[in-house]
Nanobody, 124 residues
Framework: QVQLGESGGGLVQAGGSLRLSCAAS????????MGWFRQAPGKEREFVAA????????SYADSVKGRFTISRDNARNTVYLQMNSLKPEDTAVYYC?????????????????WGQGTQVTVSS
């Protein structure tokens, strides 16, 4: 069982930056691939970014490429999402997710462990 806790959300103006963190309560964090997803009001949850357990393989949604960066620190059991050049359409609840295994997968159904989410609001 893995428990995940996100932090770092908030209100920011368009063009600004935020850094989300997700801390995992497991002694084997390096065995988990991690993902970030988001859900805006009235919309389905969508993939944002994913990172393999070693950090060597990373995937991004087209909508965030060049603006967001996913990274991880296995010594700290933490995955990060650096978000730059934020846009109002990035407003959503952001969730981190974990799955046992190597590969960074974009499908949310492949992740059995989820955090509670953190709200990101970007004003225009």
């Amino acid at each position: 069982q893995v428990q995940l806790g996100e932090s770092g959300g908030g209100l920011v103006q368009a063009g600004g930056s935020l850094r989300l963190s997700c801390a995992a309560s497991t002694l084997t964090f390096s065995n988990y691939a991690m993902g970030w997803f988001r859900q805006a009001p009235g919309k389905e949850r969508e993939f944002v970014a994913a990172i393999s357990r070693s950090g060597g393989s990373i995937s991004y949604a087209d909508s965030v490429k060049g603006r967001f960066t996913i990274s991880r620190d296995n010594a700290r059991n933490t995955v990060y999402l650096q978000m730059n050049s934020l846009k109002p359409e990035d407003t959503a609840v952001y969730y981190c997710a974990a799955r046992w295994g190597t590969i960074a997968i974009m499908s949310d159904t492949s992740y059995p462990y989820w955090g509670q989410g953190t709200q990101v609001t970007v004003s225009s």
